[in-house]
């Protein structure tokens, strides 16, 4: 297993504390625990920093390889969704999230990885490039959780947005799958190493 793989992994292993860490802090609500709060932003700030960290030194030293090109993005949408299932569980202590935006993104990731097994099977079997709209889709996520656990006002509006643009993915990526289902390869520029 190459560094950034390792870093992914490590990410991997963040996810669970992160879940402790809001289950603890929305248990002890309002008697005390902001130490747990405190511990869930840093840690989400530390798994944001290792996203890029793993994803850059895969490029520069070439460490790219087919399962980091899978277990990367199964991590990032595995820890957002649940982070996000967690914030909306323990509405007692941070903003309560509205059940839709939750069902929303599970909808979203679950789609796009089924159409991304599908489609690895059936068409490209070396991956796919991600499309921009994923990308920003993943930091509104990423946004919300951040907002939500420094409790700042107005998180509603946030991920209102946030669920708009999962959508709005979700249907871009459906169609392209279509597409390229119907029409063959051509629709979708294969993954490259560099894009990995």
Known sequence: MNPANL???????????????????????????EMWRYAACWL???????????GYIARRFNYCTKMGSVFDPIVDKLGNGLVIVALTAARRSFEPVMLWYPAVVILKELIMAVGILYMRKKVLSNGFKSLMIGKVSSFFQ????????????????VYSFSGFVAVAAAVTYIYLWVSMAQEGKGTWKPLTESDK
Do not use: C, H, N
């Not at 992994?9 to 005390?32: D, K, Q």
């Not at 989400?44 to 793993?54: E, K, N, P, T």
């Not at 990423?142 to 509006?157: D, E, F, H, Q, S």
């Open 7 to 33: 870093i992914t992994a490590l990410r991997f292993v963040l996810i669970p504390i992160v879940l402790a860490a809001i289950w603890r802090y929305s248990s002890t609500y309002p008697e005390g625990g």
């Open 44 to 54: 989400v700030f530390v798994a944001v920093i290792s996203d890029v960290l793993d």
């Open 142 to 157: 990423t946004a919300v959780i951040m907002w939500l656990l420094l409790k700042w006002p107005r998180g509603y509006i």
